[in-house]
């Protein structure tokens, strides 16, 4: 199994940039990919970003492609998601994730393993 540890949400304005980090432990991290959902209230989760465990190909949704960079240290074990333009529905608990069949894979369910989640908020 593997651990993930999110940390670097909070609360910031239309606009402002935010960076989340994920340390994950409990496995080799080199060996699999890596993501980020988000789930806003009364809504379900969805697929934000990915990052493949070799090359670092990455995959966006549409809503926060150009404005969010997803990427990885494999020496911190450590996977980051740089938020840049925030819009009040960026809004949402944001959950790193870890393993899944291909990294392109934007359903939830098919990762192995989430983190406890960490709040963004962003205001108008």
């Known amino acids: 199994q593997v651990q993930l540890v999110e940390s670097g949400g909070g609360l910031v304005q239309a606009g402002d940039s935010l960076r989340l980090s994920c340390a994950a432990s409990?496995?080799?991290?080199?060996?699999?990919?890596m993501g980020w959902f988000r789930q806003a209230p009364g809504k379900e989760r969805e697929f934000v970003a990915a990052?493949?465990?070799?090359?670092?190909?990455?995959y966006y949704a549409a809503s926060v492609k150009g404005r969010f960079t997803i990427s990885r240290d494999n020496a911190k074990n450590t996977v980051y998601l740089q938020m840049n333009s925030l819009i009040p529905e960026d809004t949402a608990v944001y959950y790193c994730?870890?393993?899944?069949?291909?990294?392109?894979?934007?359903?939830?369910?098919?990762?192995?393993?989430w983190g406890q989640g960490t709040q963004v908020t962003v205001s108008s």
């Open positions: 994730v870890a393993r899944a069949p291909t990294s392109s894979t934007t359903i939830a369910t098919m990762w192995r393993d």
């Open positions: 409990g496995r080799t991290f080199s060996s699999y990919a």
């Open positions: 990052i493949s465990w070799s090359v670092g190909i990455t």
